[in-house]
C-alpha cells in the first residue's frame, strides 16, 4: 500500500535501531540482487499508521509506491512529472487552489489503471472537518478517529478549504486553501489503492480483474462523497489493522501489497527479513536505469554480524548507529566504501508532563498539574543529561563536527542556527557539567532534602537492540544519581508501541525528517499534534504554528522559531542532544549509492542502483 508520501509530511519518523541475525547465502552475490541491513525489524507495512512511523516501514512503503514529488540527496523536492503534474489554478489572498493532474496510462502494480479518485484517501486521512462530518470521529477527541493515523491536524487540516473537486474525466483533483500557505507544493495528496481497500473490507483475498477493480474505486467514490459512514470505518479498519504484519508467505492477502512503486513485497519473515521484487507494471517514476531486481532487508544486530556480513559480501548496503570500534573494523573491509556525513535526524529526551489521549493520567514527579515543583525538576533533570559527554564519546569519533544540539527547529549549518541558539532559551541548560550539577541538585534538594541518599525514581523508556543508545543511557544514569534521580530503565526492542504509555516519566529517541517544511515537526509540538506523545500543550506554541504556516520571511521565521522554542526551554519540556552523523557502509560494486539526510535516507533513488 502506497502510504509513504502522506507519513512524509504529515509525520515525522522515529529514527532506527538494531536487530537480530539471520545468515545470508552467498548466492546474494548475484548482481541484480541487493541486500540491505536494516537497524530495526519491520513492524507493519503502513508507515502511516501511528505508532508504525519508524525508518524501516517507511523505506518499505517508499520502495511501493511514489506520487507527485521525492526529496533528493540534496534536500530539494523533486517534481515527478512521470507520475503527473500540478499546478496553481487561482491564487488571491483567500483563495487559493491547486490542481493534480495523473499522467493517463499509469497503472499499480496489479494492472489497473490510476486515476484521481486514487487521490482521495489523502483528504480522508488528513481532514478533521472531513473525519467528523463522515462520523470517522473527531481526532482531537481522546478515542481519535476510526483510521489511526498521525496525520491530522496539521496545516493541511488548518488551510484546507471543503473537500477536493474531482475533474469530469476523474484524472484531476483540486484543493481549495484558504490562502497560499508555506511550502503547498510539499501537501500533494499521495495516491492509494482504494480499491484494494475496499476488496479487503468485503472479504475478498486474491488479486481482481481490471473491471472487478474499477468496479470496487467506484464504490469508494460513491462512499467517499456522500460520507457513508459504514463503509469508511470498514476500510479504516483495514487500513489501520491489516498491514500490522510482520510475516508474508503464498497464503498471505496479495491485495495488501498492491503499489505504484518499482517494487513489490514478496516474502517476510518476522525479525528476520523482508524480500521485494521489481514491479514489472512500475511507469510511475523515474525509469529504471539499474539492474537490480530484488531488495532484501535484513535485520541482525549491529557491529560483529554487520561487519562479518559485509567483510564475506553477504551484505551490500549498512546504514546505521555503529560503535567506533566497529567504524574502524568497518574501514578495514577492502570491498567495502564508507561514507560519513549528517542526517536529518536528532537525539533528544522528552519529559511527560500529561497523558497522551486515551492513555491513564499521568501522575508522575514531572506531571504539569505539580506546578513550580515538576517545572523545577523537569529543569534539574534535564540540566543533568550530560550532553557534552555524550557527543564527546560517541558522536565526535564519527564527525567531531557536529556540537551538542542546541535547536530542533534549526540544525548546525543552517543559515539561522546561530541567531535562533542566541535567544531560544537553549542557554539556560549551557555551562559546564558540573556547574549544570550544582544547579540542578539545587532545585531537587528544595523539594527532596535527602535526595542524595533517597533519589528520586524516573522511570524511563529505552530503546533495545542499540548499542549507542545503551551507552547514553548509562552516561544518563551515572551523571542524574549525582543530582538526586535515580533512572530506571525499561529496555524494549518494540519501544515505539510503548511510547505514548503514562508509566514512563522519560524517553529518548530520535526524530527523523522526511520533507522541509517551514512549520516543521508540527505533529510533535502542538497540544493536538498526533505525535506529542508527552501531553505538551501551550496555546502560544499552537498559534505560532498557525503563523508558520503563512508564507514568511527567513528574518521573520526565526523569529517565530526562537519564540517556540523559547516556551518549550523554559518549561523544560525536551533537550535536544545531538545530530546524527550518517555512517554508510556500501559494497564498492554497487553503483548509484547516494545517502540522504532525509527519510529515507539509503532507498530514495532505487531507480539508479547498479552493478
Not at 550532553?387 to 551538542?404: G, M
Request: hydrophobic fraction near 40%; charged fraction near 20%.
Amino acid at each position: 500500500m502506497k502510504s509513504g508520501r502522506t507519513s512524509r509530511i504529515a509525520v515525522v519518523v522515529f529514527a532506527a535501531a538494531s536487530l537480530v541475525a539471520g545468515v545470508l547465502s552467498p548466492a546474494y552475490a548475484a548482481r541484480n540482487i541487493v541486500v540491505i541491513h536494516s537497524p530495526k525489524p519491520v513492524t507493519g507495512f503502513n508507515s502511516s499508521v501511528t505508532g508504525k512511523s519508524i525508518s524501516i516501514n517507511a523505506d518499505i512503503s517508499y520502495l511501493q509506491g511514489i506520487g507527485f514529488n521525492y526529496y533528493d540527496n540534496n534536500k530539494v523536492l523533486i517534481k515527478n512529472t512521470v507520475f503527473g503534474d500540478y499546478k496553481i489554478v487561482k491564487s488571491s489572498a483567500k483563495d487559493f487552489r491547486v490542481q493534480y493532474t495523473v499522467k493517463p496510462g499509469r497503472v499499480w502494480s496489479d494492472g489497473t489503471p490510476i486515476t484521481a479518485v486514487d487521490l482521495l484517501l489523502s483528504h480522508v486521512i488528513r481532514s478533521n472537518k472531513y473525519a467528523i462530518a463522515a462520523g470517522l470521529g473527531d481526532p482531537k477527541s481522546t478515542t481519535g478517529t476510526s483510521f489511526k493515523t498521525s496525520a491530522y491536524s496539521g496545516a493541511y487540516d488548518t488551510w484546507v478549504v471543503g473537500d477536493p473537486v474531482l475533474s469530469a474525466d476523474k484524472m484531476s483533483l483540486t484543493i481549495r486553501y484558504k490562502g497560499k500557505l508555506a511550502d503547498w507544493d510539499v501537501y500533494d495528496p499521495a495516491p492509494s489503492p482504494v480499491h484494494t481497500l475496499i476488496l479487503i473490507a468485503e472479504g475478498e483475498k486474491q488479486l481482481g480483474t481490471v473491471v472487478q477493480n474499477e468496479a470496487a474505486r467506484n464504490r469508494f467514490l460513491k462512499a467517499y462523497e456522500n460520507k457513508d459512514t459504514t463503509i469508511l470505518k470498514a476500510i479504516a479498519k483495514v487500513w489501520s489493522e491489516s498491514y500490522n504484519i510482520t510475516e508474508v508467505i503464498p497464503s498471505t492477502n496479495p491485495l495488501l501489497f498492491v503499489g505504484n512503486g518499482g517494487f513489490t513485497v514478496n516474502s517476510a519473515v518476522t525479525n528476520q527479513s523482508v524480500t521485494l521484487v521489481a514491479n514489472p507494471k512500475y511507469n510511475s517514476g523515474p525509469k529504471v536505469s539499474g539492474t537490480i531486481e530484488t531488495i532484501i532487508f535484513k535485520f541482525f544486530s549491529d557491529g560483529e554480524p554487520v561487519i562479518q556480513a559485509l567483510s564475506k559480501g553477504e551484505l551490500d548496503i549498512y546504514l546505521g548507529q555503529p560503535t567506533t570500534d566497529a567504524l574502524d573494523a568497518l574501514k578495514m573491509i577492502p570491498s567495502v566504501k564508507v561514507v560519513g556525513g549528517k542526517s536529518a535526524t536528532y537525539e533528544h529526551w522528552d519529559l511527560r508532563m500529561n497523558a497522551f489521549p486515551g492513555e491513564l493520567e499521568y501522575n508522575g514527579i514531572f506531571a504539569s498539574k505539580f506546578g513550580q515543583r515538576s517545572l523545577d525538576l523537569r529543569r534539574a533533570f534535564l540540566m543533568g543529561i550530560p550532553r557534552q559527554e555524550i557527543v564527546s564519546k560517541l558522536i565526535a569519533p564519527f564527525n567531531p563536527e557536529l556540537p551538542v544540539l542546541r535547536s530542533w527547529m534549526v540544525m548546525p549549518g543552517e543559515d539561522i542556527y546561530e541567531q535562533v541558539i542566541n535567544s531560544n532559551g537553549s542557554k539556560y541548560f549551557e555551562g559546564s557539567q558540573d556547574d549544570l550539577n550544582k544547579r540542578a541538585a539545587t532545585l531537587v534538594k528544595k523539594y527532596f532534602p535527602d535526595a542524595d541518599r533517597n533519589p528520586i525514581k524516573v522511570n524511563v523508556l529505552v530503546p533495545g537492540d542499540n548499542p549507542r543508545r545503551t551507552e547514553i543511557f548509562a552516561l544518563a544514569k551515572a551523571n542524574l544519581r549525582k543530582v538526586g534521580f535515580e533512572l530506571v530503565g525499561d529496555v524494549k526492542v518494540n519501544w515505539t508501541t510503548s511510547i505514548t504509555n503514562s508509566k514512563y516519566d522519560a524517553s529518548f529517541f530520535g526524530w527523523s525528517a522526511g520533507s522541509v517544511l517551514q512549520s516543521r515537526l508540527t505533529s510533535i509540538f502542538t497540544s493536538s499534534g498526533m505525535q506529542n506523545y508527552s501531553g505538551w500543550s501551550f496555546s502560544a506554541a499552537d498559534k505560532i504554528y498557525d503563523e508558520l504556516s503563512t508564507q514568511l520571511s527567513r528574518t521573520v521565521v526565526a523569529q517565530k522559531y526562537i519564540s517556540l522554542e523559547r516556551i518549550f526551554f523554559d518549561n523544560a519540556c525536551t533537550l535536544p542532544i545531538f545530530q546524527f552523523p550518517s555512517t554508510a557502509a556500501v559494497n564498492k560494486s554497487l553503483k548509484g549509492i547516494k545517502p540522504n539526510p532525509l527519510n529515507p535516507n539509503l532507498v530514495w533513488n532505487y531507480w539508479e542502483w547498479t552493478y
